[in-house]
Antibody
Framework: EVQLVESGGGLVKPGGSLRLSCVASGFTFSSYRMNWVRQAPGKGLEWVSSISTGSNYIYYADPVKGRFTVSRDNAENSLYLHMNSLRAEDTAVYYC????????????WGQGTLVTVSS | QSVLTQPPSVSGAPGQRVTISCTGSSSNIGADYDVHWYQQVPGTTPKLLIF???NRPSGVSDRFSGSKSGTSASLAITGLQAEDEADYYCHSFDSRLSAVVFGGGTKLTVL
């Protein structure tokens, strides 16, 4: 079964840092571009970042550029999101998602991990 | 403001047909980038419903269908059922932003 399991969320103060992890199973992780997508409470989906199979191509949404860093470890089937200088508006459920190989749809989605930025 | 515009809500009675629009521009849908749709039942994670404009993943009911024309795409749901009550999101790519973009989401209420 294809599965993505996120962890690392929690409560952090404004200006703080957090590292999210996502462990993949049931497919060849190294063959897929991976993404992070977030959803603020009661709000819609917002793309955060993507990373290519070999980490050569990395992209970020404007709101997180310069503060977030995405990385992956193909040997460990793991995806990471390092978040620095966190703001209240970063409060959201963060989903790890797999991107299709020949197009760009997202499937599957992890169960998500909640990040709350509050003093 | 989302780059892709969806109506905030739609509703229909059981058995009826509803459509959800996703309006973009010449730098995303109008540039022929693929459009995908997701269903998110409250309290659950998003689920892929339609990919590459018109295709259904295995296991998705044929009551769901997608279409695209010009700078817009649409999701149609026929034979509405109570279980279809959820939020629906469209997804594409924008070449001007060089970014993945989502619609703001549409809440479907089954009356």
């Amino acid at each position: 079964e294809v599965q993505l399991v996120e962890s690392g969320g929690g409560l952090v103060k404004p200006g703080g840092s957090l590292r999210l992890s996502c462990v993949a199973s049931g497919f060849t992780f190294s063959s897929y571009r991976m993404n992070w997508v977030r959803q603020a409470p009661g709000k819609g989906l917002e793309w955060v970042s993507s990373i290519s199979t070999g980490s050569n191509y990395i992209y970020y949404a404007d709101p997180v550029k310069g503060r977030f860093t995405v990385s992956r470890d193909n040997a460990e089937n793991s995806l990471y999101l390092h978040m620095n200088s966190l703001r209240a508006e970063d409060t959201a459920v963060y989903y790890c998602v797999r991107e299709a190989t020949h197009s760009n749809w997202f499937d599957p989605w992890g169960q998500g991990t909640l990040v709350t930025v509050s003093s | 403001q989302s780059v892709l515009t969806q109506p905030p809500s739609v509703s229909g009675a059981p058995g009826q047909r509803v459509t959800i629009s996703c309006t973009g521009s010449s730098s995303n849908i109008g540039a022929d980038y693929d459009v995908h749709w997701y269903q998110q039942v409250p309290g659950t994670t998003p689920k892929l419903l339609i990919f590459n404009d018109i295709n259904r993943p295995s296991g998705v009911s044929d009551r769901f269908s997608g279409s695209k024309s010009g700078t817009s795409a649409s999701l149609a749901i026929t034979g509405l059922q109570a279980e279809d009550e959820a939020d629906y999101y469209c997804h594409s790519f924008d070449s001007r932003l060089s970014a993945v973009v989502f619609g703001g989401g549409t809440k479907l209420t089954v009356l």
